[in-house]
């Protein structure tokens, strides 16, 4: 596989440790790889340790305001100059088991053998306490709320899938010339579900590989704008900003892929902010600690 040239894309903020414990991972591979790693104004030394502890990561500096989509979106934006073969979106907090990488490329070329050349691959991920699964490729709900995504579970086999939480994926240079970066209509949530639509809608597929390549805790929502614990006043005010959802990020992405009634679906989140949500588990879209 040393022969295959991929981009790692990351960004990071304020989470040294972690951040260092997912490259140590990241470069014990047995995959020779480029990383792409925007650090959005960390202020706990994460930018120097980079340095130290591994200079030849590509270092990109965000401006503070950047969040998970426009730090990914600045790291896509440089390697995709470069042209590489693939491209890998990952976080920080996911730290990926022996032969992830290898595992993930052997899928795409299965794939691409039985007729899906344009297919990303997405890793599945568990929490490292619990052993239950976290993130990885997502289908829309089949019930009335169309714009709720839920897990899919990987079996022995790829499974396609409809979009994805983008915590481990791997896209082809193929899907990314179709579908190019993450929009930047997005900030910090909704982009990853919005590449994998879109990518769809352009010919392109979405599978998820069979097993879990790596760990990566479930995010909570408490404190955010799902926590009934939470005034309504504190619900109301953390649903509109940008780890929620944003006026303008979430009218985007409904008008986009929620067909001719897209302003029901826009109302929700704002309703269930008022009425209360029951899971106090959220996806990485929805969590406060991806920053």
């Given at each position: 596989?040393?022969?295959?040239?991929l981009?790692?894309?990351?960004?990071?903020?304020?989470?040294?440790?972690?951040?260092?414990?997912c490259?140590?991972?990241?470069?014990?591979?047995?995959?020779?790889v480029?990383?792409?790693?925007?650090?959005?104004?960390?202020?706990?030394?994460?930018?120097d340790?980079?340095?130290?502890t591994?200079?030849?990561?590509k270092?990109?500096?965000?401006?503070?305001?950047?969040?998970w989509?426009?730090?990914?979106?600045?790291?896509f934006?440089?390697?995709?100059?470069?042209?590489?073969?693939?491209?890998?979106?990952l976080n920080?907090?996911t730290?990926?088991?022996?032969?992830?990488?290898?595992?993930l490329?052997n899928?795409?070329?299965?794939?691409t053998?039985?007729?899906?050349?344009?297919?990303?691959?997405?890793?599945?991920?568990?929490?490292?306490?619990?052993?239950?699964?976290?993130?990885?490729?997502?289908?829309q709900?089949?019930?009335?709320?169309?714009?709720k995504?839920e897990?899919?579970?990987?079996?022995?086999?790829?499974?396609?899938?409809?979009?994805?939480?983008?915590?481990?994926?791997?896209?082809?240079?193929?899907?990314a010339?179709?579908v190019?970066n993450i929009?930047a209509?997005?900030?910090?949530?909704?982009?990853?579900?919005?590449?994998?639509?879109?990518?769809?809608?352009?010919?392109?597929?979405?599978?998820?590989?069979?097993?879990?390549?790596?760990?990566?805790?479930?995010?909570?929502?408490?404190?955010?704008?799902?926590?009934?614990?939470?005034?309504?006043?504190?619900?109301?005010?953390?649903?509109?900003?940008?780890?929620?959802?944003?006026?303008?990020?979430w009218?985007?992405?409904?008008?986009?892929?929620?067909?001719?009634?897209?302003?029901?679906?826009w109302?929700l989140?704002?309703v269930?902010?008022?009425?209360?949500?029951?899971n106090?588990?959220?996806s990485p879209?929805?969590?406060?600690?991806?920053?």
């Open positions: 596989m040393n022969h295959v040239h981009a790692v894309l990351m960004t990071c903020y304020n989470r040294r440790d972690t951040t260092l414990a490259l140590q991972a990241l470069y014990e591979q047995n995959v020779t480029d990383i792409y790693l925007v650090d959005d104004g960390s202020s706990d030394g994460t930018a340790a980079i340095k130290a591994y200079p030849e990561v270092l990109l500096k965000g401006n503070g305001n950047l969040f989509v426009g730090g990914m979106r600045m790291a934006a440089e390697a995709l100059k470069s042209s590489y073969d693939y491209y890998l979106w920080d907090d730290i990926l088991e022996p032969n992830a990488l290898c595992h490329l899928i795409h070329r299965y794939l053998e039985h007729d899906y050349p344009n297919s990303i691959v997405v890793g599945s991920t568990l929490d490292p306490v619990t052993k239950k699964p976290t993130y990885g490729g997502a289908v709900s089949k019930r009335w709320y169309s714009n995504f897990f899919v579970k990987p079996g022995l086999e790829p499974q396609e899938c409809e979009t994805m939480y983008g915590n481990c994926v791997l896209i082809p240079s193929s899907v010339e179709r190019g929009d209509a997005f900030i910090h949530t909704l982009g990853d579900l919005d590449y994998g639509l879109r990518a769809q809608k352009l010919g392109c597929s979405v599978w998820v590989a069979p097993g879990y390549v790596g760990t990566c805790s479930q995010n909570c929502v408490r404190g955010t704008w799902a926590d009934t614990n939470l005034p309504l006043y504190e619900r109301l005010k953390k649903v509109f900003q940008t780890k929620g959802f944003p006026l303008r990020a009218t985007v992405f409904v008008k986009r892929h929620s067909g001719p009634f897209w302003y029901i679906y109302l989140p704002y269930r902010a008022v009425i209360g949500y029951k106090l588990n959220a879209s929805f969590c406060e600690e991806n920053k």
